[in-house]
């Protein structure tokens, strides 16, 4: 069990993940944070930024989307509705399957208020239940 300070949410990586964050500045007024490990030839991660504007929230989820599938160079194998315990209902908050040109991923992005969320899990293969295991061992709130 992981509780990284300031992210608001509790995760089950399946390893010991190394956590960075900075605080928000006059510069980037954001405050952000990464949680990420690697086991099985995967790459596990869980980023976190808070937002001053609700205006911000779904446009934030769906750049987030839209640049891991440019990096990757990805096709969108599969989207889904996402839930998580806890999350604030939001139409961008999604799931995806995504196939790239060396990399598989499974991606999910959802917000709790202000703070937008980012699960990934990225590698040469797709492992179904370690995702499964990853998304459902997140927990928002205190």
């Given at each position: 069990?992981?509780?990284?300070?300031?992210?608001?949410?509790?995760?089950?990586?399946?390893?010991?993940?190394?956590?960075?964050?900075?605080?928000?500045?006059a510069?980037?007024?954001?405050?952000?944070?990464?949680?990420?490990?690697k086991?099985?030839?995967?790459?596990?991660?869980?980023a976190?930024?808070?937002?001053?504007?609700?205006?911000?929230?779904?446009?934030?989820?769906?750049?987030?989307?839209?640049?891991?599938?440019?990096?990757?160079?990805?096709?969108?194998?599969?989207?889904?509705?996402?839930?998580?315990?806890?999350?604030?209902?939001?139409?961008?908050?999604?799931?995806?399957?995504?196939?790239?040109?060396?990399?598989?991923?499974?991606?999910?992005?959802?917000?709790?208020?202000?703070?937008?969320?980012?699960v990934?899990?990225?590698?040469?293969?797709?492992?179904?239940?370690?995702?499964e295991?990853?998304?459902?061992?997140?927990?928002?709130?205190?």
């Amino acid at each position: 069990m992981t509780h990284p300070d300031g992210a608001g949410i509790t995760a089950m990586f399946p390893c010991k993940p190394v956590v960075n964050s900075r605080p928000a500045t006059a510069a980037e007024p954001a405050a952000m944070g990464l949680a990420e490990c690697k086991a099985d030839e995967l790459n596990f991660s869980l980023a976190w930024a808070d937002l001053g504007d609700p205006a911000l929230v779904a446009p934030a989820l769906a750049e987030m989307q839209r640049s891991l599938t440019l990096k990757l160079n990805a096709q969108v194998l599969a989207t889904e509705a996402l839930a998580v315990r806890g999350m604030t209902p939001n139409p961008a908050a999604q799931l995806l399957v995504l196939k790239g040109d060396q990399q598989r991923a499974r991606l999910a992005v959802f917000s709790h208020g202000l703070r937008v969320y980012q699960v990934l899990m990225l590698g040469a293969q797709d492992n179904s239940s370690a995702w499964e295991n990853f998304i459902t061992g997140l927990t928002l709130g205190p």
